[in-house]
């Protein structure tokens, strides 16, 4: 692909006698959002964390805006531009939304780590923190501890703490894991208008909202990439339906 961000060639992993990949080949296009979709046990979350890093392939390839990142350690991937949000939600429960931020543009922008105070007396985070807020916007909490967010706010400052090192790729691991309907649209609308701002890799089990916001989809089986094309070429795919639902029926969201 001309204008790829991130290229995988190949990757190979294997658990035991599990082969959770299997010559997996992934083309992400700069400015796409691009989503990851498979059955229970097709092998995306091993797919993801060898993109950034917390699970090393056996053999493969991958390249990141022009660079091979394999065996890169997940810190150096950070610094390069790549960032991740979670399946469960990793922020700091005890802390403000201002707070969690806060120490999300510390880390991003190289400080030594100090407690939180300190950095949010910083005169360069606090500067950078109220526009992270209004990105996902949650400017209106922004005092109020995590713990009191609801799931979906907690999603939103997730991703407002993967942005907060303006990474030229977002990985975001089934945000919609566990999301009332209210929370699931907001989501949609908040991952519809980063889209225009940063590439997104998207691994999802909501074929609604993947089909809502994909730009291109590939679909895993067993670890093996079996399909990639628009929203359009994946639901009318044979094997993609045959995949999902053992006959011929096309794949709606």
């Known amino acids: 692909m001309a204008d790829s961000l991130l290229s995988v060639q190949s990757l190979n992993k294997r658990f035991g006698a599990v082969q959770a990949s299997r010559d997996l080949s992934l083309e992400v296009a700069r400015g796409e959002l691009h989503a990851l979709i498979g059955p229970n046990g097709a092998g995306k979350t091993t797919a993801i964390n060898q993109l950034c890093g917390e699970t090393l392939p056996d053999s493969g390839q991958i390249v990141f805006d022009g660079r091979r990142i394999t065996r890169m350690p997940a810190y150096r991937r950070a610094q390069l531009g790549m960032a991740r949000s979670y399946q469960i939600t990793s922020v700091f429960d005890q802390l403000t939304v201002r707070e969690n931020l806060s120490l999300a543009v510390q880390a ?6 100090r407690f939180w105070r300190k950095a949010g007396s910083d005169p360069a985070v606090r ?3 109220l526009p992270a807020m209004a990105r ?3 400017e209106s909490r922004a005092d109020v501890p995590a713990a009191s967010l609801s799931h979906g706010e907690k999603r939103q400052l ?5 942005l907060a090192g303006r990474p030229k790729i977002l990985l975001l691991d089934e945000p919609y894991a566990g999301m009332g309907p209210g929370g699931a649209v907001e989501l949609t609308r908040l991952i519809q208008r980063l889209k225009t701002e940063v590439t997104i890799l998207l691994v ?3 074929m609604g909202a993947v089909f809502r916001l994909a730009d291109r989809i590939t679909v895993l089986v067993y670890g093996q990439a079996i399909a990639s094309g628009t929203p359009g070429e994946i639901r009318e795919d044979a094997q993609v339906r045959k995949a999902y639902l053992g006959d011929e029926t096309p794949v709606r969201p």
């Not at 991003?108 to 780590?113: C, D, N, P, Q, T």
């Not at 997730?158 to 993967?162: I, P, R």
Request: aromatic letters at 4%; glycine letters at 10%; a negative charge.
């Open 108 to 113: 991003h922008h190289g400080h030594s780590f």
């Open 204 to 206: 999802e089990h909501d």
């Open 127 to 129: 500067q950078a923190v």
């Open 136 to 138: 996902v916007d949650l």
């Open 158 to 162: 997730e991703v407002g703490m993967a």
